[in-house]
């Protein structure tokens, strides 16, 4: 971080300033120009209070050299992260697939649903039990009823399930869960971010609809800063002024997030666009883009979903888009699933 000082900022104010950051721990390497002096500050500057040193009188601007965050930046942890799961893995090369219905609606739909998933090679099942909707007239999900009807689809396919928390009221409900989702509408519901870094289970963390890269690192960074380093990085499409998609697919934030973060990165292609005939050829860019994973909504009935219908493939497209998906990964010598 670097401090630049107004000019003819007084000795005794400076001084006091650097005393105040030595105090945590800071050094101070002060650089005087014919015009400006500039405080170079080193050491762990990712507590310092930027905004209360930038409303001191004496301070002209204060910037970063380094990233806001620590924990989940790739500089101080270049070996990526490997999130297993009952020995599934998120992060290991090659590409994880979770695939399953937005919501959980029947045991007849959501254990047929999740067989033919796992027959196609998904790694892991997907499915809403608590829905977050726009509209508090549609389907608002089966809750603790379905959380019920998913553990019938673990059972059935001894595959490892993840499904969204829309509040910390309901996690004892969640024991048997082996992945929690923060949806986009919760990336910033710091409260819930700091409670489930306390707790041990991995945690798919979707980027918001309107957050950038660096906002869904510093909310990586909350769970990680509680103590839980099983975060796994989610794009699923942000707004955009376009309207023939749902949302816009940021591709680039795949090698980007890669750069920037050890975390595993996965793709939702299906809440990016909206449309289900745009999912396989996103799921392969995905793929191509160099993302650890791909979240997929499959519906044995699309056209009865009671959420998400459009946007949702049937297990027979599923499988059609694994195969492209395996072709495209075999470039980059990768697997997709669990199918050779
Ligand atoms: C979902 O995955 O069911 C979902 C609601 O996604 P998002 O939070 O990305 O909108
Ligand atoms: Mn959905």
């Known amino acids: 971080m670097i401090i630049i000082l ?8 400076v001084d006091a300033l650097c005393r105040g950051l030595e105090a945590q721990n800071i050094r101070i390497n002060e650089v ?16 310092v209070d930027m905004e209360a040193i930038e409303a001191q009188e004496i301070v002209e601007s204060v910037q970063r050299v380094q990233e806001p965050y620590k924990g989940v930046n790739r ?9 297993n799961v009952s020995g599934s893995l998120i992060g290991d090369g090659n ?4 695939a399953g219905p937005c919501s959980i609606e029947t045991e007849e739909q959501i254990v047929d649903t999740c067989m033919q998933v796992k027959a196609a090679g998904a ?3 997907r499915g809403g039990a608590f829905k977050p909707r726009t509209s508090p007239y549609s389907f608002q999900g089966l809750r603790d009823e379905g959380l019920k009807l998913f553990l019938k689809a673990k059972k059935a396919t001894g595959l490892p399930i993840v499904t ?6 309901h996690l004892d409900l969640f024991d048997d869960v082996d992945i929690i989702q923060v949806g986009a509408r919760n990336m910033q519901n710091f409260e819930m971010l700091k409670e489930l870094g306390k707790c041990n289970k991995p945690i798919l963390l979707k980027r918001g609809l309107a957050n950038t890269i660096e906002e869904l690192l510093m909310s990586a960074e909350y769970i990680f800063a509680g ?3 099983n975060i796994i990085l989610c794009e699923r499409g942000i707004r955009t002024f376009e309207t023939q998609t749902r949302n816009t697919l940021d591709i680039s934030a795949v090698p980007v997030l890669k750069t920037l973060t050890h975390l595993p990165v996965i793709v939702d292609p299906s809440h990016a666009t909206g449309k289900y005939e745009l999912v396989e050829p996103m799921s392969m860019a995905a793929v191509a883009a160099g993302a650890d994973g791909l979240i997929i909504e499959v519906h044995n009935n699309p056209q009865k979903a009671l959420c998400d219908g459009a946007q949702s493939l049937t297990p027979k497209h599923f499988a059609s888009c694994m195969d492209k998906c395996r ?3 075999s470039v980059l010598n990768k697997k997709v699933g669990t199918l050779e």
């Open 6 to 13: 107004k000019n003819g900022a007084p000795k005794e104010e």
């Open 32 to 47: 005087k120009g014919a015009h400006t002096t500039i405080l170079g500050l080193i050491g762990d500057t990712h507590k």
């Open 75 to 83: 500089k101080f942890h270049p070996e990526n992260t490997v999130i």
């Open 95 to 98: 590409v994880a697939v979770i």
């Open 123 to 125: 790694n892991f099942l």
């Open 164 to 169: 969204e928390l829309m509040s910390l009221s």
């Open 227 to 229: 103590g839980n380093p």
């Open 327 to 329: 072709q495209i990964a």
